[in-house]
């Protein structure tokens, strides 16, 4: 056997049932991990927080891709061999079928009586008026009819549809394998937040995180912007499961393209905004505390709505302040923003509900470097403290004021405004992968309800004049109706019921 | 007193008359099989309760011009009044249960499958209803058990331990038409799956007690048993056309679900947690489809296959919604 044999045995191997059987199993194994461990795709903080607490055990499993199963090396081996198998499969049989669809059915074999599914019966209109009923009866349910006057027999075949959907099924899943590679190539998704009052406009600056495919490029942004108006959540306030959300709706005010008019649209769950394919999904929401700040010297350094991020169901919101402008010293604030502020006993200040019935700020002041000079990246949701100075706590309602000690400043707490987060996506590959499933599930219907089969009639004239009918049946796939052909068959064609068993052998023209 | 409480009172009824039902499906599987050994399989067209309280219904002859002829294969039924009454209580059962789940709908005022007490109420009626709308046609009395006992165990479940942590308020994402689709595609197909993974058993029980009569091995306690159900063959052609039946439906849901979720959060496939285990189940059924006409595959090997498939599904409902977080999270207990 040479590298031609080898190679040759290779194909054999990896386009067989078994090979893709087994190809199969390891891809649903394989995707069992992504649904045990934190997913990068699906939240990255997950992971971040997975990797802190496992340190050890992390750094194995990241090496492993666990946190990034459906992108690791080892997941898309799978399915690439999966596929390269299952088109090694489909595509010679797809050419096999077509053919067969041109192809005539196949003559009637030598002893029908031999045949699983075989009757016979005696009647006495000719052979030639037999083959013509028999042939009128199969077309008329849609048999492919092919007739051999000499022989005096009939081949007919039905339920090429099932091959013709099993094969519809897996080239389509072709298909969607190349509809997802697509969206993801040429699609992006990004996320922002937008608080009330403020304003968004579709260019990649403005993401807060963009994840763009490898061929997407920055001008495939389609140049609509759009301003939150509003942003209002309702909530269970009785039954068993107060502070539930009951419903979300953000008013917003878009421009399709520069220069537009502007019109204003709600979105909420189930209903995106849509700008030429690019979809806007409303994902999230918040408070924006709103703070002017006065430094020590009496300057106004800062007069911002700040997002707060929520930790639990009733919007109990934490956030920080950072003012590097302020003089002689640098101030941060450490916040917790409470729309409805109760003071727990163990757990300290904590919001009870999520609707703003009794706003408060619970503030911690800190003075000195924000570090923000050091060149290493901040979050702007972190304060770092390394190099600060703790110099006061208060608890602030709306409209207060806080002389910070020292004489560093004062902190207005103003109010709040509530904040919206978007998800904005663009998938190319959409419509493609759509029209490859529908495809799957009418190929899939075909393939698993249609039966083929084949009917065979002979008509041969006996010694006393009377024509012997003999029918064969045979069922190509499990289950297929071969009896009820038979029988309809040998109704039309007026042979009597139960003859008896077992069938003679029919006499054989000379 | 509020529909819903009503329901849930009726509900408590319907599991009562359901557990009256197994224990005659019970009272009848025992009663009816008998003490002989199974028959093998190579006669297959005869019938199989040799040993069957004499009443064989008259097996229909391959040359019988009935249509269907398929069901003919259908196992005679051994007249049994404790079977009789199992059916009846089953039918009444299955109307309480309807009437209950349809009063729940009206009074929370939407479809009854957004959380997991709606759920398991929906497919556990999803799957009673397959059986009976099959009962007389395929001579179903033998699987009454099987049906039953797995849909008491949801209804219990239901009533016992998720009915008391149900929210009631949905997510207002939930709230959508596609909720009506998309989920009642996944019950009902839970529904079936439950009933093809009922079969699947039989057929491996029966497939046993097949082979040890062929060998000659005496009768154990299940071979005895497995005289009331159909022969193997008859078993493995039953389940594939439940399970040729159900995997379109849930390639549907898992199709449905996509098309939510892109109108929802702006991918149509993220890999959260429930929509990786969908797959799995897709991908293991799929696998079953095939194994099911492969040489070296076909009959134990693919019918182990088609109730781990059952086995990830039974996961992707319970594990990914009580232990895994995801987007499907709300799903309210």
């Keep these: ?510 | 007193m509020s529909l819903e409480s009503t329901s849930f009172q009726l509900m408590n009824a319907a599991a009562v008359v359901y557990a009256g039902a197994m224990f005659a499906f019970a009272y009848d599987f025992a009663k009816t099989s008998r003490f002989v050994q199974v028959a093998d399989d190579d006669t297959a067209e005869a019938p199989v309760a040799v040993g069957a309280s004499g009443a064989a219904a008259p097996v229909a002859t391959r040359r019988s011009r009935s249509r269907g002829s398929d069901r003919t294969e259908a196992l005679p039924e051994p007249r049994s009044k404790a079977a009789g009454i199992a059916v009846s209580l089953t039918f009444l059962a299955f109307g309480l249960h309807l009437v209950a789940l349809t009063m729940h709908a009206v009074g929370v005022g939407r479809v009854p499958w957004a959380n997991m007490y709606e759920f398991s109420l929906s497919a556990a009626l999803a799957g009673v209803a397959i059986y009976l709308a099959l009962l007389r046609p395929y001579r179903l009395r033998w699987l009454g058990l099987f049906v039953v006992a797995p849909a008491l165990l949801t209804v219990g479940l239901a009533l016992v331990v998720l009915y008391p942590r149900t929210s009631d308020t949905i997510a207002p994402n939930v709230d959508s038409y596609w909720l009506v689709i998309h989920v009642s595609a996944a019950a009902i197909s839970g529904g079936i799956f439950t009933f093809g993974a009922a079969v699947t058993l039989l057929y491996l029980l029966r497939e046993r007690a097949e082979t040890r009569a062929a060998a000659g091995e005496l009768a154990g306690r299940t071979s005895i048993l497995m005289t009331r159900v159909p022969p193997a063959a008859t078993l493995d052609r039953l389940a594939f056309r439940v399970h040729a039946f159900v995997f379109p439906l849930w390639t549907f849901a898992v199709v449905s679900g996509a098309i939510w979720a892109e109108n929802a959060w702006g991918r149509y496939w993220g890999w959260d947690p429930k929509e990786t285990w969908a797959f799995i189940t897709w991908v293991v059924y799929a696998g079953y489809l095939h194994a099911r006409v492969t040489a070296g595959w076909k009959g134990r090997r693919a019918a182990v296959i088609a109730l781990v498939g059952f086995a990830t599904f039974l996961f992707n409902y319970f594990g990914v919604n009580l232990l895994l977080s995801g987007l499907h999270s709300y799903s309210g207990v």
């Excluded at chain 1, 939240?43 to 802190?52: I, S, T």
């Excluded at chain 1, 010297?297 to 911002?304: L, P, R």
């Excluded at chain 1, 400043?409 to 978007?422: C, I, M, N, P």
Aim: hydrophobic letters at 45%.
């Design chain 1, 1 to 510: 056997v040479g590298a031609v044999g080898w190679l040759r045995w290779g194909w054999r191997q990896l386009t067989s049932m078994r090979t893709a059987l087994i190809l199969l199993f390891l891809l649903a194994l394989a995707a069992v991990p992504g649904s045990l461990f934190p997913q990068r795709g699906v939240d990255q903080a997950a992971v971040r927080e997975y990797l802190a607490d496992n340190p050890e055990l992390g750094r194995v499993l990241d090496r492993l891709s666990m946190f990034d199963v459906f992108a690791a090396p080892w997941f898309a081996a799978i399915y690439v061999l999966l596929f390269i198998s299952l088109a090694g499969c489909v595509l010679p049989r797809a050419w096999t079928h077509a053919k067969a669809m041109r192809a005539r059915p196949p003559a009637a074999p030598r002893r029908l009586d031999r045949l699983a599914h075989s009757r016979s019966g005696v009647v006495d209109e000719s052979p030639a008026d037999v083959v013509e009923a028999a042939r009128a009866h199969l077309r008329g349910r849609r048999f492919r009819v092919a007739v051999d006057e000499d022989d005096a027999s009939i081949g007919a075949e039905r339920g090429y549809l099932r091959e013709t959907g099993n094969l519809v099924f897996h080239l389509a899943l072709l298909v969607l394998l190349f509809a997802v590679a697509a969206g993801s190539v040429f699609g992006f998704r990004g996320n922002v937040l937008v608080r009330e009052g403020y304003g968004f406009s579709n260019t990649l600056t403005q993401y807060d995180s963009i994840t763009p495919g490898r061929f997407f490029s920055s001008s495939d942004l389609a140049p609509f912007s759009f301003t939150l108006r509003d942003f209002t959540a309702t909530f269970r306030t009785d039954g068993n499961s107060v502070g539930a959300a009951t419903s979300f709706s953000s008013t917003l005010e878009v421009t399709d393209e520069p220069g537009a008019e502007p019109r204003v649209v709600e979105i909420g769950p189930n209903k995106p905004l849509v700008v030429d394919g690019t979809k806007v999904f409303l994902v999230g929401h918040g408070y924006a505390p709103k703070f002017t700040i006065v430094d020590g010297e009496g300057e106004t350094v800062f007069s911002e709505a700040v997002p707060f991020l929520p930790q639990d169901g009733a919007f109990t919101s934490t956030g920080v302040v950072k003012v590097p402008d302020a003089l002689p010293e640098q101030i941060g604030l450490n916040g917790i923003f409470l729309p409805t502020a109760s003071l727990d006993l163990e757990r300290g200040p904590i919001s009870t509900f999520p609707a703003p019935r009794n706003p408060a700020v619970f503030l911690s002041a800190w003075t000195g470097d924000l570090g923000l000079n050091s060149g290493r990246p901040q979050s702007v949701y972190r304060l770092v403290t390394d190099d600060m100075e703790l110099i006061g706590r208060e608890s602030l309602q709306p409209g207060d004021s806080w002389e910070l000690p020292g004489g560093v400043g004062t902190v207005t707490f103003d109010g709040f405004v509530e904040y919206a987060t978007f998800s904005v996506a663009d998938d190319p590959g959409k419509w493609f992968a759509l029209g490859a499933v529908v495809a799957m599930i009418g190929g899939v219907l075909l393939s698993l309800m249609i039966r083929r089969r084949r009917v065979w009639v002979r008509a041969t004239r006996q010694d006393d004049g009377r024509t012997l009918v003999v029918v064969g049946g045979l069922g190509r796939t499990e289950a297929a109706p071969v009896d009820d052909d038979v029988a309809a068959l040998l109704d039309a064609l007026g042979v009597p019921e139960e003859e008896p068993v077992p069938v003679a052998s029919p006499v054989m023209p000379s």
